[in-house]
Nanobody, 124 residues
Framework: QVQLVESGGGSVQAGDSLRLSCAVS????????MGWFRQAPGKERELVTG????????YYVDSVKGRFTISRDNAKNMMYLQMDSLKSEDTAVYYC?????????????????WGQGTQVTVSS
């Protein structure tokens, strides 16, 4: 049973930083893609960034390029999202997710496993 558990959300001021963590368990994830999604009130859930678990190849949506960094620690089965220079428009519930396979990282479909979500609130 694949399990993902996020932590690290909170309330910050614009310009501040936060690091989200996602503990993953239940599989060997070498053939998995992992991603961070977010959903703001009244908006659809969007893929923010993705990473190929084994190689570490990454993808970022344009709105976070240069500000967010996804990483993983294969030995610890942890994934991280370092968020710098936060803006009010980054306010959302953030979810980590996993899918088996090696699709294009900018493809948001196929994620079968999800964490419970963690709230990030950025005040301007």
């Amino acid at each position: 049973q694949v399990q993902l558990v996020e932590s690290g959300g909170g309330s910050v001021q614009a310009g501040d930083s936060l690091r989200l963590s996602c503990a993953v368990s239940g599989r060997t994830f070498d053939n998995y893609d992992m991603g961070w999604f977010r959903q703001a009130p009244g908006k659809e859930r969007e893929l923010v960034t993705g990473i190929r678990w084994r190689e570490g190849t990454t993808y970022y949506v344009d709105s976070v390029k240069g500000r967010f960094t996804i990483s993983r620690d294969n030995a610890k089965n942890m994934m991280y999202l370092q968020m710098d220079s936060l803006k009010s428009e980054d306010t959302a519930v953030y979810y980590c997710a996993a899918r088996l396979g090696r699709a294009h990282l900018d493809w948001a479909k196929g994620y079968a496993y999800w964490g419970q979500g963690t709230q990030v609130t950025v005040s301007s």
